[in-house]
Nanobody, 127 residues
Framework: QVLLEESGGGLVRTGASLRLSCVVS????????AGWFRQAPGKQREFVAS????????SFADSVRGRCTISRDNAQNTIYLQLNNLRPEDTAVYYC????????????????????WGQGTQVTVSS
């Protein structure tokens, strides 16, 4: 049973930074791609960032490009999302997801590409 647990969200002011964490448990192998998505009230879940299995390839949505860093620590089975210069429009529940794979180094940006999801962590940015 694979479990993803996000943390690090909170209420911050415009211009602040947050680092979100996603701990993967129930899986001994780190052979997976990972991604972050977000969903605001009344809106569809949207792609934020992704990282390949080896951690040397990343992809970002236009809405966060230049303000966002995704990284992973395979020894700790943890994926991070660093968000800088936060804006009210960044307010959403942020979800971590992984796609199990064997040996490719692709990144993925579609919701249907991912196999496992966390329950999300709330990020609220006040104006």
């Amino acid at each position: 049973q694979v479990l993803l647990e996000e943390s690090g969200g909170g209420l911050v002011r415009t211009g602040a930074s947050l680092r979100l964490s996603c701990v993967v448990s129930g899986r001994t192998s780190t052979a997976y791609a990972a991604g972050w998505f977000r969903q605001a009230p009344g809106k569809q879940r949207e792609f934020v960032a992704s990282i390949n299995r080896g951690g040397f390839r990343t992809s970002f949505a236009d809405s966060v490009r230049g303000r966002c860093t995704i990284s992973r620590d395979n020894a700790q089975n943890t994926i991070y999302l660093q968000l800088n210069n936060l804006r009210p429009e960044d307010t959403a529940v942020y979800y971590c997801a992984i796609r199990a794979l064997f040996n490719n180094e692709a990144t993925y940006s579609l919701r249907q590409d991912y196999h496992y999801w966390g329950q999300g962590t709330q990020v609220t940015v006040s104006s």
